[in-house]
């Protein structure tokens, strides 16, 4: 997973993430879903070479609808014009905006909590 997307994932939720020496620092814990926790984990390594040392040094992040509505609109494009079955379109798509469906479910499932 690219860790600029993962980035904004966790702003869109509503996380800042930050380095903190040689460990990986996310907050606030309530923001944080159990989905963007693994994310985390699994990627700490590359998160730990772009992120600063402070929770202001993050980029802003994108409007959460139009980040989505790009993804949805490429992977429909893709299924019905192109003819690709749905997961190949989603897939692509995924590929071409950074916005997969693993980060939608671990940045949406906030709003269900």
Not at 16 to 31: H, I, M, N, S
Not at 38 to 61: F, I, M, Q
Not at 71 to 92: I, L, P, T, Y
């Amino acid at each position: 997973m690219q860790a600029a997307a993962l980035l904004q994932a966790c702003a869109l939720a509503g996380v800042r993430v930050w380095r903190q020496g040689d460990k990986l620092r996310a907050g606030p814990p309530e923001r944080l879903t159990d989905g963007l926790r693994t994310l985390l984990r699994e990627n700490k390594p590359c998160l730990l070479a772009v992120v600063g040392e402070a929770p202001d040094s993050l980029p802003p992040a994108p409007d959460a609808i139009d980040l989505r509505d790009a993804f949805e609109e490429r992977a429909a494009m893709k299924q019905f014009c192109g003819g690709m079955s749905r997961e190949q379109a989603e897939r692509d798509a995924a590929a071409e905006t950074g916005f997969t469906s693993e980060l939608a479910y671990a940045t949406l499932n906030y709003k269900y909590k």
